[in-house]
């Protein structure tokens, strides 16, 4: 099993910026299509980025062109690139395997990102 740890949350102004890191515990992630989710107060968790071993995206359509996936293998991290950040953004973004298959994939303690001004 893999454990993942997000950090780089934080409060931001809309039209602002900031990168969110996913750090794996092992090697071998490479070995594994990943994705950024997010969870909303009061609502369902979904999928907001995807990023395959081939390096193929997806992204939701409300953060397309907004939100870029990326990640550096030897460093087994997964990134979170967030521009133009909209109040609609703020929730607690977590990084895991793509698709999630409880209980073997866990999700981890999230970083928290809130948009306001």
């Known amino acids: 099993q893999v454990r993942l740890v997000e950090s780089g949350g934080g409060l931001v102004q809309p039209g602002g910026s900031l990168r969110l890191t996913c750090v794996a515990s092992?090697?071998?992630?490479?070995?594994?299509?990943v994705a950024w989710y997010r969870q909303a107060p009061g609502k369902q968790r979904e999928l907001v980025a995807g990023?395959?071993?081939?390096?193929?995206?997806n992204y939701k359509d409300s953060v397309k062109g907004r939100f870029t996936i990326s990640r550096d293998n030897a460093k087994n991290t997964v990134y979170l690139q967030i521009d133009s950040v909209k109040p609609e953004d703020t929730a607690v973004y977590y990084c895991?395997?793509?698709?999630?298959?409880?209980?073997?994939?866990?999700w981890g303690q999230g970083t928290q990102v809130t948009v306001s001004s």
């Open positions: 895991n395997r793509w698709p999630v298959v409880l209980p073997r994939d866990s």
């Open positions: 092992r090697s071998g992630f490479s070995l594994y299509a």
């Open positions: 990023l395959t071993s081939e390096g193929n995206t």
